[in-house]
């Protein structure tokens, strides 16, 4: 309860403080603004409201790329940690461009992706898994790595093969790291969508919010980042679900 | 951690030794443990120079030194776990590292459970290992939990049991595994002292029902006096037998009598002795 409530009481207040302050005009003045540059949280609801049908048919566009492309980061990174645990060759030869796999700005990638694989889905899953592997796969492998050689010794007297101790121990004691790396994977997830979007795409949330800001649709602006928010978070709250169900022995 | 309140009169049941084989599907025709002109190196400082050792089948050998002498390196060798820089360790008769791995259960300090499995999925790993099916395993595994007093606490995870139970399964772990030698290093070291006397009777009257060749390594002198036939004292760097005696009354069936017993007392007075005077 108190877990809900907490959140929920302080991001209210926030939008109270917005509220009278946008209502009164306080941060239109103080940033020389006209008014309705600094929409209200009100304005922001009726916005979300009126264009209901609008946002949803570009979340559901939006949303696809970041599951989607989740998915796809997961699985390279959890291929990548696996890999690396299992060959030490792998690891030295592959830590390095991972690292620079990241320091790659992804307005220089997107554009590329762009011309190379079209306008539609492909080129925002790529951009999204490119940013999402990497905490999965760094958290995952520190995770294989994090157990106890004593217990990897007992396995062995025990007559387990180098396989055996990968899915019996090495795998459920680096679930929860891996779990961890998800999680920041998901928040991150709709800025590769996003970015995606706004080198070239037809729809989808960064689209609509590109268009918006050109058109000073702020409201909407406002409106569609908090359903792109509502969306992370969602992906945030299913992987802690996941984790409380899988880890159980924590 | 829960404590462990039913526990006395567990381990008595185990103490008294009922002649049952209790462990036929396990029993083992035996192994020994012989070791000659073991070298060992850390870095460059050569911390075992020259050791031997015998163990014959289904006896118990104490092993007791000095923190850091080198105890744990042995044990690790005479399972396979490390290869020696010169010398022959022999386990049942095979030489080479994966015979002996084959031959050898490890039982480390600690207990080494696996948190996301249940007591009985964790005494079964050997045989999961071995590729015995889930349910004809955790079967196997299952018909010792009430002579190991942990019946009832076959589901639970490692992290609901005490730590004497935990230790409990992490034995029967070992015993399940079916290997002629167990190597124990320090089992009970982490128990509180009520415990792990109760532990130490509880091992006497399992190790009755289903002997096998043990190397116990410990730090406790009376541990190893109640628990082995023969009680060898290691100095520390270079690792070598400074003292060797044999136990007055091998895990008698009352211990409380045993380890008061003035023959008893002499034994262990001399070892301790021995003991200190490896320690240096």
């Given amino acids: ?250 | 951690m829960r404590q462990d309140t039913k526990m006395p009169t567990e381990a008595k049941e185990f103490a008294i030794g009922n002649a049952s084989p209790a462990f036929g599907d396990l029993a083992h025709p035996g192994a020994a443990v012989s070791i000659r002109g073991l070298r060992h190196f850390y870095g460059s400082l050569e911390t075992i120079e020259g050791f031997d050792m015998e163990c014959p089948p289904h006896r118990v050998l104490g092993l007791v030194g000095p923190s850091g002498c080198g105890k744990t390196t042995l044990l690790e060798t005479i399972c396979g776990l490390q290869e020696p820089a010169a010398g022959n360790v022999e386990v049942g008769g095979a030489l080479d590292p994966r015979g002996r791995l084959a031959r050898c259960a490890f039982m480390p300090q600690r207990d080494m459970l696996l948190p996301w499995l249940s007591a009985l999925d964790n005494s079964a790993l050997a045989l999961r290992n071995r590729g015995t099916g889930r349910k004809k395993a955790r079967k196997e595994a299952g018909q010792l939990f009430e002579r190991f007093g942990l019946a009832g606490f076959e589901r639970a995870l490692p992290a609901e049991l005490s730590g004497g139970m935990r230790q409990r399964v992490a034995f029967l772990r070992t015993l399940v595994s079916g290997k002629p030698v167990l190597a124990l290093d320090e089992p009970f070291a982490s128990l509180d002292a009520i415990t792990r006397s109760e532990m130490q009777a509880w091992l006497a009257g399992a190790l009755a029902t289903d002997p096998r060749t043990v190397l116990l390594v410990t730090h406790d002198v009376e541990e190893a006096l109640y628990l082995s036939d023969e009680v060898a004292v290691l100095s520390a760097r270079p690792l070598r037998v400074v003292d060797k005696m044999s136990a007055p009354t091998p895990r008698a069936p009352d211990r409380d009598a045993a380890v008061t017993d003035p023959s008893f007392v002499a034994v262990r007075e001399r070892a301790t002795t021995s003991l200190r005077g490896a320690a240096g």
């Fill in chain 1, 1 to 250: 309860m108190r877990r809900w409530l907490l959140p929920t009481l302080f991001l209210a207040g926030l939008i109270a403080v917005w509220q009278i302050a946008a209502t009164t005009g306080v941060i239109a003045d103080a940033l020389n603004l006209e008014p309705y540059l600094v929409p209200s949280p009100s304005e922001v609801a009726t916005s979300l409201w009126d264009s209901r049908s609008l946002l949803a048919e570009n979340a559901w566009v939006t949303l696809q790329e970041m599951l989607f492309g989740l998915c796809i980061g997961l699985i390279v990174g959890v291929s990548f940690a696996v890999a690396m645990h299992l060959s030490s060759g792998v690891r030295e030869a592959t830590y390095p461009l991972l690292v620079i796999s990241q320091t790659i700005p992804i307005v220089v990638i997107a554009p590329i992706l762009v011309l190379w694989l079209g306008y539609g889905i492909w080129p925002k899953l790529v951009v999204v898994a490119l940013i999402c592997f990497f905490p999965v796969a760094v958290n995952t492998l520190d995770g294989l790595r994090s157990v106890d050689r004593e217990t990897t010794k007992m396995m062995r007297t025990l007559d387990a093969s180098r396989g055996q101790i990968l899915w019996r121990v090495e795998a459920p004691g680096a679930l929860p790291y891996f779990f961890s790396g998800a999680r920041i994977a998901a928040t991150i997830a709709p800025i590769g969508a996003v970015f995606g979007e706004w080198v070239g795409a037809d729809s989808g949330l960064g689209h609509l919010i590109l268009q918006d800001n050109a058109q000073l649709e702020t409201a909407r602006v406002f409106a569609a980042t908090a359903v792109l928010s509502a969306i992370a978070l969602s992906l945030f709250g299913l992987l802690a679900l996941a984790e409380r169900r899988i880890v159980t022995w924590r």
